[in-house]
């Protein structure tokens, strides 16, 4: 009796065991990782805003994490190997990825797949007024911020600064936004340089403290045959007034910043993500937490992206009439 009573008693535990084993597994929610990017950065916010956006919260199969990293590089490496599945990462980082092209990187990372477009990341040279610094040619010898090592800040002023050969002629800080413009503030940098959209928080802190000028980028790059050697670059303009003291337009180019996901992440994922943040109710809430974010819309949903979509994505643009 003791023996049968036993195996009951048993029996009971296992069943309960595998009851309570199927209800967690039940209400837990699978994790998404969103790569984001450095303080002061607007990759950070981006990944940011979608974390804290209620129906992203709401929806029931899934939570988004955002998550700091260096940058666009760093997040097409980590995307590619499935650490994250969602990244911020700029459309020519793709483009070279996917090609094979990085610098001393011949790996080709075809598992990154664009989303979205979420806005242009224009290139900032900041400099004191007072400095005389007109071209890029003027910072030899300089101290120069020159963004987070394994950042897409980094990597672009690598990519430009050897194209106009100062790279190595100047004295390179890899640090972040925030961290150079304080720097900058203390005089311990000449100048410093950004990738990302405008107002800048960190440009803003450093024209509290000294009077600053941006520099012509523009002009090199037309000059000295950049858009020829990366066409993905596009020109631009920084307007008037975007920083205290800066009173005219300032020339430059971006990158478009892109929304992008490792190929396994399933496709129902991304359409939901996407049908959630492009509404307007989405979209304002993305306003809402920088302003840099008007320049994301549906028709400009598809907008910068040279390499293959997500299935997810192509299904949501398709339905949105903006993919043929």
Known sequence: MRTKSFTVIIGICALMAITFAFSADSFAKKRIVFGGGPA??????VANAIQVYKPVKEIKDFTVKARSSGGSVENLRKVDKGKMQFGVVYSGHVYLGKNGMMKNDPKKYESVLAVAYLYGAPAQLVVRADSGIKSVKDIEGKKIGVG???SGAFANCELFFTHMGVWDKI????????DAAAAFGNNQLDAFWLFTAFPSGAVIMAAQTNKIALVNLDADAEGSGFYKKYPYFAKLAVPAKTYKGVDTDTPSFQDSALWVANAKVPDDVVYKLLSVIFTDEGLKHMVG???TFKEMSVDKGVKGIVTPMHPGAEKFWKEKEVLK
Do not use: D, H, L, S
Request: hydrophobic letters at 25%; charged letters at 20%.
């Open 40 to 45: 002061g950065g607007t990759f950070q916010v």
């Open 148 to 150: 987070n090592a394994g």
């Open 171 to 178: 004295k390179r800080n890899a640090m972040g936004y925030n």
């Open 289 to 291: 937490q920088k302003k």
